[in-house]
């Protein structure tokens, strides 16, 4: 009859693989454990699910091999056995994840670690596919492929990959139990293993080569997590691309969306700029265009001229380019001669292509440099959330922000919490804890890129590489924090923004 505890507890490796339980480590973890030799350690048995084990010596388990494999198992009151393990689902989920994990609020229902909840029936489609929360680049479980599955890595290799601890944490699992774990996975992908005509299985969840499908190609920037191809920031994937659809008039509001020949992109909309007019898919000057003369759609006849909305038999003082008559020192369409039409949102001017008084030229746009967020004080120059431009200087937020009551509680809710910045082995060595964040933020250099960047230049939002992590953008290495999806909201990014803008201050 199988046992109903484990002395070794695989159900708290599968349940905090992927992130830390709620103290932020698995040290709590009351079971015994492998100790060097392979031998148990005492725990308090039965405080969470119990450890039962049996007193008479020579105990073995119905497997029997397991134990054999495990080297044997003791605890404080005599050898003890280890239930078989059987690689399927159901047999996981009954001997593993519900006794040693479910029930000892770690990704059990309710407040479940990175909102992994294992106690459900549906557990399997929580892993199977799905990226990790805490290391780019890997799904939780591949099928098919133990050595592409996060899962396997954690339980398997003594320094797993993105850091943190193998495990069990303080203990190794038998090798039988982590071969059962790594035949579970490989019957996952008996005749469905994707290789995308190679000879290996790929994870589409995250492999950017073969992203959600084989051969789908995230752009250059993008990272691919969980089947789709996530670009930095508020960009789109569009074909090889990340694009801002907002403001690309080349992908304005949807991909492929391409505005009109004058016109521009703005909210995600196109509109012809200046003196133009939108007739159709077109942007034209019903003052000089000869199919659209006064009204979009009124044609001049054949041997007519479009002369200031009127159809006329001659220019007079104007030029006449075609069947149009312009002033050539204005117009957007044949600026200095025929033909010279000026780009999207520039204005003719004394025969010259450019920007309205009182606006500069940045890319193929007329900003305000004295008031532009994007563009504050000189091209390119952007303000960072939160913050305003004004008289061409970035302002920080007018309410005073504090890095305990503000700051803090963020980066607590939003990087700690799933044991990715906590614990004995934080994520590329960086604690976000209580008590730690600030002297590991401000002044510090990013673990992450090379030229010294810092990670919380004080006053310098522009400077700070925390910034540029929050956002997604100007990224030396790895994606967007916290992880796509879970971005920090409007109001706290302006929080931290402000926190920085305005010295970032221990107070």
């Given at each position: 009859m199988r046992t109903p505890h484990l002395i070794v507890t695989l159900g708290a490796v599968i349940?905090?693989?992927?992130?830390?339980?709620?103290?932020?480590?698995?040290?709590?973890?009351?079971?015994?454990?492998?100790?060097?030799?392979?031998?148990?350690?005492?725990?308090?048995a039965g405080a969470t699910g119990g450890i039962a084990t049996s007193p008479n010596a020579g105990a073995t388990s119905t497997g029997g091999s397991a134990a054999s494999a495990a080297g044997g198992l003791m605890s404080s009151g005599g050898s003890g056995t280890l239930p078989a393990c059987e690689p399927t689902a159901q047999s996981i989920h009954d001997t593993i994840i519900v006794p040693s994990c479910t029930q000892r609020s770690c990704h059990g229902a309710g407040q479940a670690a990175a909102a992994l909840d294992l106690s459900t029936t549906d557990w399997t489609s929580k892993l199977v596919g799905v990226s990790s929360s805490t290391c780019d680049?890997?799904?939780?479980?591949?099928?098919?492929?133990?050595?592409?599955?996060?899962?396997?890595?954690?339980?398997?290799?003594?320094?797993?990959?993105?850091?943190?601890?193998?495990?069990?944490?303080?203990?190794?699992?038998?090798?039988?139990?982590?071969?059962c774990v790594a035949d579970w996975i490989t019957s996952l992908g008996q005749g469905s293993c994707e290789t995308c005509g190679g000879s290996a299985c790929v994870s589409l969840p995250t492999d950017p080569n073969h992203c959600g499908t084989c051969d789908r190609v995230c752009p250059a920037t993008a990272a691919c997590d969980s089947g789709q191809c996530v670009c930095p920031g508020?960009?789109?994937?569009?074909?090889?691309?990340?694009?801002?659809?907002?403001?690309?008039?080349?992908?304005?509001?949807?991909?492929?969306?391409?505005?009109?020949?004058?016109?521009?992109?703005?909210?995600?909309?196109?509109?012809?700029?200046?003196?133009?007019?939108?007739?159709?898919?077109?942007?034209?000057?019903?003052?000089?265009?000869?199919?659209?003369?006064?009204?979009?759609?009124?044609?001049?006849?054949?041997?007519?001229?479009?002369?200031?909305?009127?159809?006329?038999?001659?220019?007079?003082?104007?030029?006449?380019?075609?069947?149009?008559?312009?002033?050539?020192?204005?117009?957007?369409?044949?600026?200095?001669?025929?033909?010279?039409?000026?780009?999207?949102?520039?204005?003719?001017?004394?025969?010259?292509?450019?920007?309205?008084?009182?606006?500069?030229?940045?890319?193929?746009?007329?900003?305000?440099?004295q008031t532009d967020g994007q563009n504050?004080?000189?091209?390119?120059?952007?303000?960072?959330?939160?913050?305003?431009?004004?008289?061409?200087?970035?302002?920080?937020?007018?309410?005073?922000?504090?890095?305990?009551?503000?700051?803090?509680?963020?980066?607590?809710?939003?990087?700690?919490?799933?044991?990715?910045?906590?614990?004995?082995?934080?994520?590329?060595?960086?604690?976000?804890?209580?008590?730690?964040?600030?002297?590991?933020?401000?002044?510090?250099?990013?673990?992450?890129?090379?030229?010294?960047?810092?990670?919380?230049?004080?006053?310098?939002v522009r400077q700070s590489y925390l910034v540029d992590k929050l956002l997604g953008t100007n990224l030396c290495s790895g994606s967007q924090m916290p992880k796509a999806g879970q971005s920090l909201s409007a109001a706290d990014l302006a929080k931290v923004s402000d926190w920085i803008c305005q010295g970032a201050k221990r107070n």
């Open positions: 349940g905090c693989f992927n992130s830390a339980c709620s103290d932020g480590s698995i040290d709590s973890f009351s079971g015994p454990r492998l100790g060097a030799g392979g031998a148990a350690t005492a725990g308090s680049g890997w799904a939780r479980v591949v099928p098919g492929s133990p050595a592409q599955s996060f899962l396997y890595e954690k339980i398997s290799n003594p320094m797993p990959a993105c850091g943190g601890d193998r495990m069990p944490s303080g203990g190794v699992l038998p090798d039988a139990y982590v071969q508020a960009q789109t994937a569009c074909g090889s691309t990340c694009v801002d659809l907002t403001s690309d008039p080349d992908d304005c509001g949807s991909c492929g969306n391409v505005c009109a020949a004058g016109a521009t992109c703005s909210a995600g909309k196109c509109a012809c700029s200046g003196s133009l007019s939108a007739c159709g898919t077109s942007c034209v000057d019903l003052g000089s265009d000869a199919a659209h003369c006064g009204a979009c759609g009124s044609a001049c006849a054949a041997g007519e001229v479009c002369s200031q909305g009127k159809c006329t038999s001659g220019c007079g003082t104007l030029m006449q380019c075609g069947a149009s008559c312009v002033d050539v020192q204005t117009s957007v369409t044949n600026c200095g001669s025929c033909g010279n039409a000026c780009a999207a949102g520039l204005t003719c001017a004394k025969g010259s292509c450019g920007c309205a008084a009182g606006l500069n030229q940045c890319g193929t746009s007329c900003v305000n440099l504050c004080g000189m091209c390119g120059t952007s303000c960072g959330p939160g913050s305003t431009c004004s008289s061409g200087q970035c302002q920080c937020g007018s309410t005073s922000i504090s890095f305990a009551s503000d700051v803090q509680p963020i980066f607590t809710a939003a990087c700690t919490a799933a044991g990715c910045h906590s614990g004995t082995k934080p994520k590329e060595n960086l604690s976000l804890v209580a008590g730690k964040a600030y002297d590991e933020l401000v002044g510090v250099t990013s673990a992450e890129c090379s030229g010294g960047r810092k990670l919380v230049t004080a006053a310098d």
